[in-house]
């Protein structure tokens, strides 16, 4: 492809992502794979543009409405060639040629704009917090209520790229023989600071023409995410539950801990998700997995077997918004109301799962989000209705099964960008008391 041609391309694609409501990185998949003339190096370098504007969005639309002009996807990749890239109005005019697959050429508005732009930063000091850190206004009291006076810090870090962190698979093999693997390829990858299972890549690549991806010995995991599966301590012979499996990373992690003794329930909603877990679980060499599809969170397969299991890790459906590293879109498309309903959602998610819980056992509540009302209060809430649950430290439980100090203050695991370089994450672990109901 021309250069033109790729930034024509993602002007297609941010005009896909704006009239789909389908996560970008789906839409832009699918895309991408319906035209497969688009060779490798120029999937990457659409797909680097395209997110780059979707990371910078807030900025660019805030400084296009100071120059009195509508964004649209087209402005927002011309307004991003300047105001990010340095490249000059003349030069972005030699870019748009009107060429078959290329942009049309600048218009007289085009012109102007551009004239605006030249010389101007991706910061202004006029800029609303909530401009500059990336996230919609009404979101800012709720992340405020979080994180006070480290807000600002906390979503600079969620403006950026996130690492790519592996872990190794230990039913194929320990982190000293993945590392030798990853660099027998040309990889060199580092290990994560907290998790003993992590692996942390410089940069983004296509993992799947690797041959440790293939054999199975790492897997794409943040290591927030492995933190969470190691501290939902499922041992070898125990009976657990994923009680929200969704496509399987933390389900695969758990069957790991267990060295594949035991019985491992992997419980969706969503046919669909689960269908897609099963290469995965084949391709890491998990066999103590049954997958299970309900038809609700209040299922009948729940009351059936009530208090069988050790372990129920509840990694509940959240708004995602310690994740937007990752999925810079997402935020744009949450609402109060949404939240709103997640809330509820949770709350019986977590009634219903605890009944699965046996006298002694734990239920671990999990969230990539940030916001109290689904962490902490979320949790608070469920200790209030259920009496015979009490919660117990995450800094006793890191050092019963990571090892060393726990980075987290107070009885909750709480992790985020700025502070641990993970995505956002929160977990409570909890004890049932009593005779199972």
């Known amino acids: ?38 060779g490798a190096k120029d999937r990457r370098a659409v797909s680097d543009r395209l997110w780059g504007i979707l990371r910078r969005r807030a900025r660019i639309d805030w400084i296009l409405t100071e120059c009195r002009v509508e964004p649209s996807p087209r402005r ?52 609303p917090a909530w401009v500059r850190g990336e996230y919609p206004e009404w979101i800012e009291p709720r992340l405020a209520q979080a994180f006070g006076e480290t807000l600002a810090a906390e979503m600079g870090a969620l403006r950026d790229e996130a690492p790519v962190d592996l872990r190794v698979n230990t039913l194929k093999g320990d982190r000293e023989a993945a590392l030798a693997a990853l660099a027998a390829e040309g990889l060199q ?76 329930i992997a419980c969706d909603v969503n046919q669909r998700r689960a269908e897609q877990a099963t ?20 299922d009948k397969w729940v009351k059936r077997h009530g208090g069988s299991f050790d372990r129920v890790l509840v990694d509940a459906p959240c708004s995602g918004t310690g994740t ?37 056992g734990r239920l671990v509540y999990a969230t990539c989000s ?15 209705r259920h009496e015979d649950y009490r919660l117990l ?17 107070g009885p909750y695991l709480r992790l985020s960008p700025a502070s641990n370089n993970t995505d956002g994450f929160f977990a409570a672990i909890m004890e049932r008391q009593g005779s199972a109901v």
């Open 393 to 409: 430290p995450v800094g006793e439980i890191w050092a019963a099964t990571i090892g060393g100090e726990c980075p987290c203050d």
């Open 279 to 298: 290469l995965r679980l084949r391709r890491a060499g998990a066999h103590n997995v049954t997958r299970r599809i309900l038809e609700s969170e209040s």
């Open 324 to 360: 937007w590293r990752r999925n810079p879109d997402a935020k744009w498309r949450l609402t109060p109301e949404g939240i709103d309903h997640l809330v509820e959602l949770q709350g019986k998610i977590l009634d219903s799962a605890q009944r699965l819980v046996r006298p002694g």
């Open 189 to 264: 990858a580092q290990p994560t600071p907290f998790s003993p299972l992590g692996l942390r890549l410089p940069a983004r690549l296509a993992l799947t023409a690797q041959g440790a991806f293939r054999d199975g010995l790492v897997e794409v995991q943040d290591e927030g995410s492995q933190l969470l599966a190691l501290l939902t301590d499922a041992r070898a012979g125990q009976a657990v539950v994923d009680f929200c499996a969704g496509a399987g990373g933390k389900t695969l992690a758990l069957a790991a801990a267990m060295q594949n003794k035991g019985r491992l």
């Open 76 to 127: 927002r990749l011309l307004a991003d060639l300047v105001l990010a890239d340095r490249t000059t109005p003349e030069e972005v005019g030699k870019l748009c040629t009107g060429g078959a697959r290329g942009l049309e050429p600048l218009s007289p508005q085009d012109w102007a704009l551009l004239q605006q732009l030249s010389g101007r930063d991706l910061f202004h000091h006029d800029m």
């Open 1 to 38: 492809m021309t250069p033109e041609g790729r930034l024509a391309t993602v002007v297609e694609l941010l005009e896909e992502i704006a009239h789909q409501a389908r996560p970008a990185d789906l839409v832009a998949g699918a895309f991408l794979r319906a035209r497969r003339y688009i």
């Open 370 to 384: 940030l916001l109290a009302e689904e962490d902490e209060r979320q949790a608070e809430a469920f200790l209030a």
